[in-house]
């Protein structure tokens, strides 16, 4: 599989197969599979066949659920913001003052730290990849990082409702400053394997979301 076929777009999708509990289970399976060995081979660097042995599934499997390496790959982008989300979810649904937000990027530092500062985002990671070759699955990006962003933009606004920010903070710029500092960081603490870059960059999109306190 080349990385041509891995980012090839895709035509109409036809009608998904009725599922049933066990297909469910196999079906994800192979989501999970697939997205942990790209996390760590990246998407060209993942084959059918990769997947298809760490999996344990015959290839009619995978293709019954997916027609193309290209729909797998949908399949895996949206499990990785699934995921994040899930992990990051506790912290975000309480983001309701400056402590809140801290406390949500403390804990992602500390998950990089637990990491060993390994592997970076799992949504950066895609889209390093993938954003520059396929309109398809840049579309599947920008709905992913939107989905991790509104939870940001909705605990802002609920710190400018309460008054904690002024009333003409914009939380759309704001939540959108947080999620930048924050893949930025992820990136820097990759390369250098240290935690410090994620740290000095939420550091200070807190202080410039600070300069909009009441």
């Given at each position: 599989?080349?990385?041509?076929?891995?980012?090839?777009?895709?035509?109409?999708?036809?009608?998904?197969?009725?599922?049933?509990?066990?297909?469910?289970?196999?079906?994800?399976?192979?989501?999970?599979?697939?997205?942990?060995?790209?996390?760590?081979?990246?998407?060209?660097?993942?084959?059918?066949?990769?997947?298809?042995?760490?999996?344990?599934?015959?290839?009619?499997?995978?293709?019954?659920?997916?027609?193309?390496?290209?729909?797998?790959v949908r399949a895996v982008i949206r499990h990785q913001i699934e995921r994040t989300l899930e992990g990051q979810r506790p912290l975000l649904d309480r983001l309701d003052s400056f402590e809140a937000l801290r406390a949500w990027c403390d804990e992602a530092v500390e998950v990089q730290k637990r990491r060993g500062c390994e592997g970076g985002c799992e949504i950066g990671s895609l889209a390093s990849e993938l954003v520059e070759t396929c309109e398809l699955m840049r579309g599947e990006l920008v709905a992913a990082f939107d989905r991790w962003e509104a939870p940001i933009r909705e605990g802002l606004r609920r710190m400018r409702e309460s008054g904690v920010l002024v009333a003409d903070a914009d939380v759309d710029h704001l939540a959108t400053a947080m999620l930048a500092a924050v893949q930025g960081g992820l990136l820097l603490t990759q390369v250098r394997r240290s935690p410090e870059p994620l740290r000095a960059a939420t550091d200070a999109a807190i202080g410039y979301v600070e300069t909009f306190a009441a």
């Amino acid at each position: 599989m080349t990385p041509t076929d891995a980012t090839a777009t895709a035509g109409s999708a036809p009608p998904a197969p009725r599922i049933t509990a066990a297909g469910r289970r196999t079906r994800d399976r192979i989501v999970r599979t697939a997205a942990e060995l790209m996390f760590r081979k990246g998407v060209a660097g993942t084959s059918i066949p990769d997947v298809q042995q760490a999996a344990k599934v015959s290839a009619s499997q995978i293709y019954h659920y997916f027609g193309d390496k290209s729909d797998l790959v949908r399949a895996v982008i949206r499990h990785q913001i699934e995921r994040t989300l899930e992990g990051q979810r506790p912290l975000l649904d309480r983001l309701d003052s400056f402590e809140a937000l801290r406390a949500w990027c403390d804990e992602a530092v500390e998950v990089q730290k637990r990491r060993g500062c390994e592997g970076g985002c799992e949504i950066g990671s895609l889209a390093s990849e993938l954003v520059e070759t396929c309109e398809l699955m840049r579309g599947e990006l920008v709905a992913a990082f939107d989905r991790w962003e509104a939870p940001i933009r909705e605990g802002l606004r609920r710190m400018r409702e309460s008054g904690v920010l002024v009333a003409d903070a914009d939380v759309d710029h704001l939540a959108t400053a947080m999620l930048a500092a924050v893949q930025g960081g992820l990136l820097l603490t990759q390369v250098r394997r240290s935690p410090e870059p994620l740290r000095a960059a939420t550091d200070a999109a807190i202080g410039y979301v600070e300069t909009f306190a009441a």
